[in-house]
């Protein structure tokens, strides 16, 4: 039935004294506040180069396989963005080699004997001599070919970056497509690349006049490796061409497939052209593809495999698959938007958030963990860090995107066969993490095998990744790893009778790498991670239905506290000079991550507030500190209440290692152009700031300052332990 307006009137009427009965002076419900605009947020810091900045490489991956171009959208000019900035190389996580070992040397060739609790133990702590040499070398990490453009002109000599002009390239990081516009020999060039999301292949597709004619080609060169002469940042080995092996397997008008043998190692390249094209020999290990007839359109799809050639998908479906995945990347896990700060400093970190998930994400989700330098550059000869995967890593699980975190754990898992017998070998019941390794899990020499702060991490991590899936069947995947690296850590305490106490170490290396390894005993920050792993460990006993073990909670009741001097705490209680000794201020201050990355077992706040203030007046910030430091003292001051101080230090721009290159990168001084653990760092301080951490103030932000200058929207974040 219709009511007709007179109706309408009278029922409001009668009805009215119901309405003020039912909501007596209730204000209306405030509006849900709008969810955080992810394309925007993420397109505003598009890279965006318009000159030849070596500092301003852009790469495209998928987590395995990453590849890094310069202005021209190839790898065009690598010698000067090596020496000048950030070089251009592709890197697989797969991809090993390791030099023939007649002499046969082994781990117990680089052995030190340290004497401590009545034992004499090997480590392998030498890091000079054939052996050791070796031993640090091997297995390391070779490089993938390179893709230049080629010009050709009489004399043949190549390009330089003089030589472009009009420059205007992009990396849109919601497609992950990198497009790079210039002039060059007075025409238009557009090169467009991108990263196939789930096999380790990328698409290129290359207009200009000068490909009709017949002068612009690409050039894919095949590198011996590395110079390991040079440890880190080294340039591609073109030496001894005879020392390798590229044989071509097929060859067609529009297919080129390659094997390349060095010693025992062998891959495979795939290349598919989208049109008749030429695939002509340009030296021992190089090959020129150009387009035929008057195509002014060179597109084609490369891949690369530890196996048979890849079958590769047409570049469009490259392209396609790209503009999928990445929106989908973005729409998940956390955000943190500025927008409506006034603090001058918002969009800059705002800048490094956005393009710190990208870098991560391309370089940190391969079969084995990363090196400190992702797959951009090669550092220590490619090997994985241990002490750094809490860095790497922990942020996946703060920002909400496990699977990332999950891969790297993983490994873990399949390598607790390995860490069984490092601890067997060394005394000690469970698993022992080695410190500096390739993807056999084998130890580095050098003060390596004697850190100790990796070892905890498993524990943590996994601690994280039960936080966001509280379910049987993920205490069931890290049971092993959980419960063998606590058992590792609990034997390696030692009782003291006088003191009634367990002590760590010695020997040991702790975080703070200055300090003598053969007499180091019971370090601030270790001690307070031993207690929190214990701990930790203990409840998944219980919630696995274990009892708890007595023994753990013996030592975690009894051991030996942090120690401190003149109302402050410092590095290590063997050595108690921090605040005495200006040469013991350097190096990262890693006392302050007991109250910070952790949450304070063991830990007195005022006194850790004095300690906090002594680092940030008194600290050597030019010798020797490092990018993951600068977030890590801000997780300390925001634990303490002091977000003013958070903000500061993670933004420190008086300092030589908390820089940001344009394309994101945290850059070191000396030869660490790229430092991804400082990007990890900063996306995991910032989301503690943001979303906070058990027992935090209850307002929201708690890490930012609350003076009107920031405003903070945040979505999707975990809060920290």
């Not at 890197?91 to 609790?117: C, I």
């Not at 402050?568 to 990262?588: F, G, L, M, Q």
Request: glycine share 8%; net charge neutral; hydrophobic share 40%.
């Amino acid at each position: 039935m219709r009511l007709v307006p007179s109706c309408v009137a009278v029922l409001a009427i009668l009805l009215a004294p119901l309405a003020l009965i039912a909501a007596p002076d209730t204000p209306p419900a405030a509006p849900a506040p709008a969810r955080i605009d992810r394309q925007a947020l993420v397109t505003r810091h598009n890279p965006h180069v318009t000159t030849v900045d070596p500092w301003a490489s852009l790469s495209v991956g998928n987590g395995q396989f990453a590849f890094t171009a310069d202005v021209t959208g190839l790898q065009t000019f690598t010698a000067y963005y090596l020496e000048h900035g950030i070089t251009t190389e592709s890197e697989a996580r797969w991809l090993w080699h390791e030099n023939p070992n007649p002499q046969g040397y082994k781990l117990s060739d680089a052995n030190r004997l340290f004497t401590a609790y009545g034992r004499t133990l090997g480590y392998p702590t030498k890091s000079s001599g054939p052996a050791s040499e070796w031993l640090r070398q091997n297995p390391h990490i070779l490089p993938l070919p390179q893709l230049a453009l080629d010009l050709a002109r009489e004399g043949g000599a190549p390009l330089a970056p003089t030589e472009l002009s009009n420059i205007d390239q992009t990396l849109d990081l919601w497609t992950g497509t990198v497009t790079s516009r210039y002039t060059l020999a007075g025409a238009p060039v557009v090169v467009k690349v991108a990263c196939d999301p789930q096999r380790d292949a990328l698409a290129v597709c290359i207009e200009s006049p000068l490909v009709a004619s017949g002068r612009l080609g690409v050039k894919l060169a095949i590198p011996r490796g590395y110079d390991l002469r040079t440890k880190n940042n080294p340039p591609l080995d073109w030496s001894a061409p005879e020392s390798h092996v590229t044989r071509v397997l097929v060859h067609t008008s529009r297919r080129l497939a390659l094997e390349h043998v060095r010693d025992t190692t062998r891959y495979t390249i795939a290349l598919a052209t989208t049109a008749d094209a030429t695939f002509e020999p340009a030296g021992a290990h190089s090959f020129r593809i150009g387009a035929t007839g008057a195509e002014t359109r060179l597109e084609f799809t490369i891949g690369y495999a530890p196996g048979e050639p890849l079958a590769l998908p047409a570049p469009a479906e490259v392209f396609t698959a790209s503009a999928a995945h990445w929106p989908s990347f973005w729409r998940s896990g956390g955000a943190i938007d500025f927008t409506g700060s006034t603090d001058p400093r918002a969009a800059e970190l705002e800048r490094r958030l956005v393009l710190s998930q990208y870098l991560t994400a391309i370089q940190f989700a391969g079969d084995f963990p990363p090196q400190e330098t992702g797959l951009t550059i090669n550092t220590w000869y490619g090997k994985h860090h241990t002490e750094m995967i809490w860095w790497h890593a922990a942020h996946f699980a703060l920002w909400g995107r496990d699977s990332f975190l999950v891969r790297n754990l993983d490994w873990y898992v399949r390598s607790l066969p390995v860490a069984r017998a490092v601890a067997k070998e060394r005394g000690l019941r469970g698993a022992r993490w080695p410190k500096m390794i390739g993807p056999d899990g084998r130890e580095s020499p050098g003060g390596n095998p004697l850190i100790v702060w990796n070892q905890p991490h498993p524990i943590h991590l996994a601690e994280l990744l039960y936080r966001n899936n509280p379910s049987p069947a993920l205490l069931a995947r890290y049971r092993e790893l959980v419960q063998e690296s606590a058992d590792a850590m609990a034997s390696m305490l030692h009782w003291d009778a006088s003191r009634r106490c367990y002590q760590l170490g010695p020997p040991l290396w702790i975080a703070q790498e200055i300090y003598d390894q053969a007499t180091s005993m019971n370090p601030t920050y270790e001690l307070s991670y031993w207690s929190w792993g214990l701990q930790t460990a203990q409840k998944w006993r219980e919630r696995l239905g274990q009892p708890r073990n007595a023994e753990w909670d013996r030592m975690i009741k009894h051991l030996a506290p942090l120690p401190q001097k003149d109302g402050k705490y410092v590095a290590i209680e063997s050595t108690p000079d921090t605040w005495d000794n200006k040469d013991s201020r350097h190096d990262h201050p890693s006392f302050l991550m007991a109250l910070g990355q952790l949450p304070g077992d063991g830990v007195d706040r005022a006194t850790m507030a004095r300690t906090l203030d002594a680092v940030l007046a008194h600290w050597d910030w030019e010798t020797k500190i490092w990018g993951w430091d600068y977030p890590m003292i801000a997780m300390t001051a925001a634990r303490l209440g002091e977000p003013q101080k958070a903000v500061d230090v993670l933004l420190k721009s008086d300092s030589p290692n908390n820089l940001y290159t344009p394309n994101g990168h945290c850059r070191q001084r000396g030869d660490l152009p790229v430092y991804l653990p400082g990007n990890g760092a900063l996306l995991a301080a910032a989301a503690m700031m943001a979303a906070g951490w058990d027992g935090a103030p209850t307002q929201d932000a708690p890490g930012f300052p609350r003076d009107g200058t920031w405003v903070v929207r945040h979505e999707g974040l975990r809060p920290l332990p």
